[in-house]
Structures are given as structure tokens and as C-alpha cells.
């Protein structure tokens, strides 16, 4: 059996609602590009558009390089690292240890059940190619043939460490969709109907290693999919019901009724899975019907696997049969296909109030909220291995949260209502607080509990039954002395730490130490600086960020502050740390042109600043993060428009979000100090050179970042040679400089940030 799947998709997406059915219990997913894994949806939420499975082993390709395994027919998965953000449509089982992943301008191959990958030489680069993979047959982990959209035809014997062009299979004036080779020498490719092509599509058969072709068959409309179930059975799917079969190994090929239920279709048929030469189970290129044929294709029955859109089914053990789709749609049946009963997916349901707190840290250790639109809040108490939904009795978004343990809780609503929980969100109650407008809340214990903003503090001691303005002075200014009223106070986010309470806004950044009784100023890092975040890690440790991107630390309260002029990346949005070492910064977008760059979601440090090492999470950005001692979390708003919409990720790393094997990236600039002078003599250009190791695929780049001091940022894109050395010319040098570099990594390998490199440049 040819265990190839491929899955005609085009570019449907949809939001998938919560899935009924309880999911295997299992341990998180990795995202496959970093070390985050899937908190929700679960196993993970990419699009799967094909699987494929040899045995109870089999592997599962989608969006953004997504490649997932499972060991155990479908049941539980686990994320593998393919080194490649670029969709992946197509996948072949060669054996439980080899597997072929391609779409977009990749091929990639592993031949030690998905632990690794290798790119095969197919385009110059990953991230452009004119023609783009339409589908690849290998016969073992060495020998196979790859198609292009346009009928190209290369083979390669050595793994794909060097490929051969052969003669091209004829496209009929359309697009090659798939290709399907019986024996080293004797292969069939089908193709489907381009937009300017009038034609049907057509069965194309080699017996001479691709070095001519033949046309074995042909349909009036275009074919997508090819398979043999036996060396003489065969099946082709096309669009409009289009259903083709070869008893004789291919050399003819006849037109099957697919007889389906009155007032259904006509379908596109995407890809067809058979367990025998007559029960076979056949995807729709919409995903939204899959059809079962029992008879060889004489007949369809229309199958409801669930609400969820499947692109893709592939049959695994006996009578058992694994279906993908979108959002990460998984589901099994073990009849067949006749039902499917067992969904492994599942969501929340969960969507983000963008404009509340982001991830909120609980008081108990492990745990952590965010809240959510329309009464809804995110809630998880095991590192986010898990999340569960809180359901509050309201229409209104949920602002802020705070849970001083498990079981107490407050909920601030985007029009000021405040209710509380003592039995960890089962049940609500609603306060009359006698406060309007409040947009941030804390609480340091399960009776203090304030009510802040936007102008003041109100404070309650009895759980939230009765609140009271807070009164008093605070000094904003020592020389000449300035003073103002708490209740006059500016104020829009909080954050507790050791039982410290920090707030900030307008009127700047101001500590409680007793619960919000009194407050007091703590100073700023620049006098006219509007704070957009703020993360201590005690009460007298911790970081800023301004409205300019501008990141500060402090390790006195704020009595003095210290830029940190090593970031470089533009599009900060918001800051949080665990301790004075360890923290991230997350990114909102920036086009870089390189699509690995352009897909970093975070920062990471663990060395308080003097590097930051890319991650990449899901490519979407602008997520909002939370750093803790115990995990750290990242939670990505749903996105639409016009072509595809995505709903809301959750993800959790326990270990910082590091790849698991460290890359290495090193810069020099040769002479470190520099006259004026000569500097301009040499036409105030510098020499970057630099080495990354290890090098994952072709044209890898790393990004070269430079800033005169007090200046703007630049940035500038290398190609690493195959030997990881690289060499840039940085124009435009006047004054002391700072030189940077980043590279992403792959999933496997880290990414990694270098320390400053300083030229210094005398008058």
C-alpha cells in the first residue's frame, strides 16, 4: 500500500467550535519550533492537511510546518521539530522511522521517526522558489522522485543530498497535483486543472524511471489524488464527483459512478484512503464532506465525522481510521470510517479580551489567568499543562482577575462590575461596590482586595463586600517638593509582588507595601516616559518599558534605572520577568523580508539583558506573555479577515522556551577603537563577520542589527555560507556603535542572540 497522502487545500479556513468528545489524556504538544507546547486547543491548533499512517505509527503534516506523530493510532500526538515554517501539505510513511514532509518550496526528510529533520536540496531556498512541491514518491529513505507544480520531475538515490532532473510529466496545460510511483521504475502522476487551462486532467504513467511518460487515462475535470491499494488496484479523485479505477496496475483506467445520496454534491475529491480494493474513504477539497465507498467506488455514502473540517483520513490498524483538518481537527473511528465517535481535539472556546490585563499570575504557584471576552476567563493551575474555563454569569468582557489562592477570586468587567468566587469560578457573586469605573484590580489576599483607577484607589477589607476611597498624599517630587492625593492619581494596570502592590499609568509608577493603605512614588526611568509595561521580580527589582520601546532596570526601587541598549529588535509590545536574569519581551510584527524573522514571537533572556535569544511560538505575534518562576505563558488573540480566520492559542514552556540542542553565532568588527579619522577614511563603512553553527538549510540568514548610541536601530539580512561563516558591510559608521546579531534557529537547534560588540570611536 502507497502510504502518500496528499491534500489539495485552497485556502479555506475556519474557526471550529468546541468539540464534543472527552481528548486523550496526554502530555502537551510541542509547537515544533521552540520549546513551547500547546496549551489550547489541544493536541495543537494548527491546520492539518494530511496524514499518514503505517501501522499504529503514523505522522500528521499542516500550516507553519507543522509536523506532529502519533504512536498509538491517532490517540495521543507528539510535535516534531521540521526545521520549516512553510505550509506542508504533502507526507509519505516510508517506515515508522522514515518520513517525507514537503509543500511550499520544501522537502524535508527524517530518518529517525521525526526527531530531526534534513532539507533536500529541491529549491535554493526554503523561503521563495518559483515552482512550488506538488508531491514526491520514495520508494525507501535514499531512492524517490519529487513533482513540482509545473510537471518537473527530479529523483534522487543518496537521500536527497544531490537530485537529478528526469524528463517532466505532462500537465495537460494545468497543474501537477500528485505522483505515485509502484516500483523504482514505475510511477503514475496525475494532474489537475490550472485557472487558464480548458482541459480535464490526466493519468500519466512511466515504466522507465521517469525518463518518458505515457498518458494511461484522463478525466474531464481535473484529478487530484493518486493511489494503489493493491500493485494492480488503483484509484484516482478528481473535481465534480470525478472517481477513476485500474484493476490492471494502471494501464487502463475506467470512470466509476460514485453513486451518492439524492441531493448531494457534486464534490471536489482531494484524496482518497482505502483499506481494500473496495472500502475506501475520500476527502473533499472544501473539507467539509468525507465520503465512504464500500463497493469500489460504485456507490458514496456521505460520512459526518463531526462539526469540524476534515482535509484528510488515512487508515492505520485493521478497521481503524485517523481524520485531520482544520484548527488541528483529529479524529478516530474503528469501523471504517462508518463513525466517528472518538474526537481527540478540543478548544475552549476561549477568545481574548484584547484590550484586559493579558496573562495574570495567580497567587498560588503553577497558576495563571487571563481574562476573556463575554464573561470568560482562561484559567490553569498545573504550569499549562492544562487550562480549564471559567464561566462568569455576564455579557460583559472581563477586564482583570485576580485569584489570591485557587479558590478566591475576583473578576473586574469592562463596565465596572466586580464579582468574586469562592469556590474557584464554579459560581459568582456580584458586589456593589459603590466604585464606577475601575479599570484594574489586585488583591493580596482573599479580603484586601483594590479597585484601581482610573483615577485612585479604592480599597476593601471584608472580600469585596464594602470598598473605601484611599486617602492621603503622595510626593511626586522632592526639589522642588510636589505632592498630590492618592484619589488624583492617574492609574490604569497593577501588578503584586511579595506582597507589594506596584500600580502605574498617567501619573506614573507607585508602591503600596500594606495592601494599598498608603502609596508612595517610585520613580520612573525618564521624568516624561509613559510606562506600557512594567514587570518587578521583587519590590525593589524589576523592568520598564516605554512608549518608544525603550526597555530600563532597576534594582533600588527605582531610584536609579539602567537602559538596556542590547535588544535591538523593533515592534516591542510588552515586557515580563521571573527574576533579574530571566525574562521575554514580546514582538507585535516587523517585516523583515525573511519569513523566519517575520515569524519570532518572543524574546528570551536569561542573562538580564546582554542577549536575547529569538522564539518562535505560533508566527502570529502580538500575543501577550506572563513570565513566572515556574512557567512561563503566551497566549495568542484569534485573527481574521476576508481569506481565513484563527482561534485563540494557549501555550506554556516549563524550560524558558529553548530548543533543546544551543546553536552558537559569533561577530567581529576587527578593531574595536577607531579614530574619526580613519574611520572616515575608510569611508565610514565597518566589516561584520561573523560564524553560526550549526547551519539547518540552504540560504539560512542571520539578522545583523547595529545602533549609534542614543540613535535609531538598523537592520540588515546575511546569507550564511554552507560552512556558517558570514560577512557584512555596514555603511554610514559616524560615532560609537553597538553591533548586534540573531539568528532563529529551527526547532531543533535554539535561536541565538550575540552580546554586544562595541566600536568605539574617538574625535
Wanted: aromatic share 6%; hydrophobic share 35%; glycine share 14%.
Amino acid at each position: 500500500m502507497n502510504l502518500k497522502r496528499c491534500a489539495l487545500i485552497t485556502g479555506v479556513w475556519a474557526t471550529m467550535a468546541g468539540a464534543a468528545g472527552a481528548p486523550a489524556l496526554a502530555a502537551p504538544v510541542s509547537t515544533g519550533h521552540s520549546g513551547w507546547t500547546w496549551g489550547d486547543p489541544t493536541p495543537q491548533g494548527q491546520q492539518l492537511n494530511a496524514v499518514a499512517f503505517d501501522g499504529a505509527t503514523g505522522f500528521a503534516v499542516g500550516n507553519f510546518g507543522t509536523v506532529v506523530r502519533s504512536v498509538d493510532g491517532g490517540a495521543t500526538w507528539t510535535g516534531l521539530p521540521s526545521g520549516t515554517i512553510n505550509d506542508l501539505s504533502v507526507v509519505q510513511e516510508v517506515n515508522p522511522n522514515v518520513v517525507i514532509v514537503g509543500g511550499g518550496c520544501t522537502v524535508r526528510e527524517s530518518v529517525n521517526g521525526g526527531a530531526s529533520f534534513t532539507s533536500m536540496p529541491i529549491n535554493p531556498t526554503e523561503s521563495s522558489c518559483p515552482t512550488n512541491v506538488a508531491s514526491f514518491s520514495f520508494s525507501d529513505q535514499n531512492t524517490g522522485y519529487v513533482e513540482l507544480d509545473d510537471g518537473t520531475i527530479l529523483f534522487t538515490s543518496d537521500g536527497g543530498q544531490t537530485v537529478q532532473a528526469k524528463t517532466s510529466a505532462p500537465v495537460n496545460s494545468g497543474t501537477a497535483t500528485d505522483l505515485d510511483f509502484v516500483s523504482p521504475s514505475t510511477g503514475f502522476a496525475v494532474s489537475g486543472v490550472s485557472e487558464s487551462s480548458t482541459g480535464g486532467g490526466v493519468i500519466e504513467r512511466t515504466t522507465d524511471s521517469a525518463n518518458s511518460w505515457t498518458q494511461v487515462g484522463s478525466a474531464s475535470h481535473g484529478l487530484n489524488a493518486i493511489t494503489f491499494v493493491t500493485p494492480t488496484q488503483g484509484f484516482a479523485v478528481g473535481d465534480n464527483d470525478t472517481l477513476l479505477a485500474s484493476s490492471d496496475g494502471g494501464s487502463t483506467w475506467t470512470a466509476q459512478p460514485l453513486t451518492l445520496p439524492a441531493g448531494s454534491g457534486p464534490f471536489n475529491l482531494s484524496a482518497i484512503s482505502c483499506s481494500s480494493a473496495t472500502t475506501c474513504l475520500i476527502s473533499t477539497v472544501d473539507g467539509k464532506e468525507l465520503i465512504r465507498t464500500a463497493d469500489g467506488g460504485m456507490t458514496g455514502t456521505i460520512v459526518n465525522p463531526s462539526s469540524q473540517l476534515l482535509f484528510d483520513v488515512a487508515f492505520s490498524t485493521g478497521s481503524n481510521v485517523v481524520g485531520v483538518g482544520a484548527d488541528g481537527a483529529t479524529v478516530l473511528s474503528a469501523d471504517g470510517g462508518q463513525t466517528f465517535p472518538n474526537v481527540i481535539s478540543s478548544d475552549l472556546g476561549f477568545d481574548l479580551n484584547t484590550s484586559g490585563a493579558g496573562i495574570l499570575a495567580g497567587g498560588v504557584a503553577g497558576s495563571a489567568y487571563i481574562p476573556g471576552a463575554s464573561g470568560r476567563i482562561a484559567a490553569t493551575t498545573n504550569d499549562g499543562a492544562s487550562w480549564s474555563l471559567l464561566r462568569v454569569p455576564t455579557t460583559n468582557d472581563v477586564s482583570d482577575v485576580a485569584f489570591p489562592t485557587t479558590s478566591d477570586g475576583f473578576e473586574l468587567e469592562s463596565d465596572g462590575t466586580l464579582r468574586t468566587t469562592t469556590n474557584a469560578g464554579v459560581s459568582w457573586a456580584s458586589q456593589d461596590t459603590g466604585v464606577s469605573g475601575a479599570v484594574a484590580l489586585a488583591a493580596t489576599s482573599p479580603e484586601n482586595v483594590l479597585l484601581i483607577g482610573p483615577r485612585g484607589v479604592n480599597r476593601s477589607t471584608d472580600g469585596g463586600s464594602s470598598f473605601s476611597s484611599v486617602s492621603g498624599k503622595v510626593v511626586l517630587a522632592a526639589k522642588p517638593k510636589r505632592t498630590t492625593t492618592v484619589g488624583k492619581l492617574g492609574l490604569a494596570n497593577s501588578q503584586t509582588v511579595g506582597g507589594t502592590v506596584l500600580a502605574w499609568g498617567r501619573s506614573g509608577l507607585f508602591e503600596s507595601t500594606n495592601g494599598g493603605g498608603a502609596w508612595k512614588l517610585t520613580p520612573g526611568p525618564l521624568p516624561k516616559g509613559h510606562l506600557v509595561s512594567v514587570s518587578f521580580v521583587s519590590p525593589s527589582t524589576g523592568y520598564a518599558m516605554d512608549n518608544s520601546e525603550r526597555v530600563f532596570f532597576t534594582r533600588n526601587r527605582g531610584r536609579k534605572w539602567t537602559q538596556l541598549e542590547t535588544i535591538g529588535w523593533p515592534a516591542l509590545t510588552s515586557l515580563s520577568f521571573s527574576s533579574a536574569s530571566d525574562g521575554l519581551v514580546a514582538l507585535s510584527g516587523y517585516d523583515f523580508d525573511n519569513p523566519d524573522f517575520n515569524s519570532v514571537d518572543v524574546l528570551a533572556t536569561t542573562n538580564g539583558g546582554k542577549t536575547w535569544q529569538p522564539e518562535v511560538i505560533d508566527g502570529e505575534q502580538a500575543g501577550t506573555i506572563l513570565a513566572t518562576p515556574a512557567a512561563d505563558y503566551y497566549d495568542e488573540a484569534g485573527q481574521s479577515n476576508s481569506d481565513y480566520s484563527l482561534q485563540e492559542g494557549l501555550f506554556a514552556t516549563t524550560g524558558g522556551g529553548l530548543s533543546p540542542d544551543p546553536s552558537t553565532l559569533t561577530i567581529s568588527i576587527g578593531a574595536k577603537k577607531l579614530s574619526a579619522k580613519k574611520l572616515k577614511k575608510a569611508g565610514d563603512k565597518v566589516t561584520l563577520t561573523g560564524t553560526l553553527s550549526p547551519v539547518t538549510s540552504v540560504g539560512e540568514q542571520v539578522l545583523v542589527m547595529w545602533q549609534t548610541v542614543g540613535k535609531s536601530w538598523h537592520h540588515q539580512l546575511v546569507t550564511v555560507a554552507s560552512s556558517g561563516a558570514f560577512t557584512d558591510v555596514v555603511h554610514g559608521i559616524k560615532a560609537t556603535t553597538d553591533f548586534f546579531a540573531a539568528s532563529v534557529g529551527n526547532g531543533l537547534y535554539a535561536g541565538v542572540g550575540t552580546p554586544a560588540t562595541v566600536l568605539t570611536v574617538k574625535k
